[in-house]
């Protein structure tokens, strides 16, 4: 049962950054390494969703709490609405999504084989504390200070 993080690198960032135009999207920008910009990144990048996609294909449970970009903004959605599709698609996998704001981007999609969630903290501290019995979450440990 491994977890991993994706490309962290791999980004789409929006404008005042020195970034380079995304195929297709005039409005947003694709930052190859987000390390060297000293900006924000707002939504996954191409490398990124490889990533995910390839960890999805390798687990048989996939547990996603919390959006991928900044979803209220329809050009940092896209990466997003793009894995929920994947995980529309997947056959013979447990998928549990906690949080309203990322189960908000499975509205009119719902599956029988997905478990949608609106708690996410509190999912998040059950799975930690009742399934982990750890008190770090193992995919959040790169992320603590």
């Given at each position: 049962?491994?977890?991993?993080?994706?490309?962290?690198?791999?980004?789409?960032?929006?404008?005042?950054?020195?970034?380079?135009?995304?195929?297709?999207?005039a409005?947003?920008?694709?930052?190859?390494?987000?390390?060297?910009?000293?900006?924000?990144?707002?939504d996954?990048?191409?490398?990124?969703?490889?990533?995910?996609?390839?960890?999805?294909?390798?687990?048989?449970?996939i547990?996603?709490?919390?959006?991928?970009?900044?979803?209220?903004?329809?050009?940092?959605?896209?990466?997003?609405?793009?894995?929920?599709?994947?995980?529309?698609?997947?056959?013979?996998?447990?998928?549990?999504?906690?949080?309203?704001?990322?189960?908000?981007?499975?509205?009119?999609?719902?599956?029988?084989?997905?478990?949608?969630?609106?708690?996410?903290?509190?999912l998040?501290?059950?799975?930690?504390?009742?399934?982990?019995?750890?008190?770090?979450?193992?995919?959040?440990?790169?992320?603590?200070?």
């Amino acid at each position: 049962s491994a977890v991993g993080v994706p490309s962290e690198n791999d980004a789409v960032g929006g404008a005042g950054h020195e970034l380079v135009e995304a195929p297709g999207e005039a409005s947003a920008t694709y930052m190859p390494d987000i390390a060297k910009t000293g900006g924000g990144g707002f939504d996954c990048g191409p490398q990124g969703l490889r990533d995910l996609m390839a960890m999805i294909d390798a687990a048989d449970v996939i547990f996603w709490n919390g959006c991928l970009g900044v979803i209220e903004d329809p050009r940092y959605r896209v990466g997003s609405a793009m894995i929920v599709d994947y995980l529309l698609a997947q056959t013979g996998k447990q998928i549990i999504i906690g949080g309203g704001e990322t189960a908000s981007l499975f509205a009119g999609k719902e599956a029988e084989h997905i478990y949608l969630s609106t708690g996410g903290g509190a999912l998040l501290a059950h799975i930690q504390s009742s399934v982990l019995g750890s008190p770090t979450v193992p995919g959040l440990a790169p992320f603590s200070l």
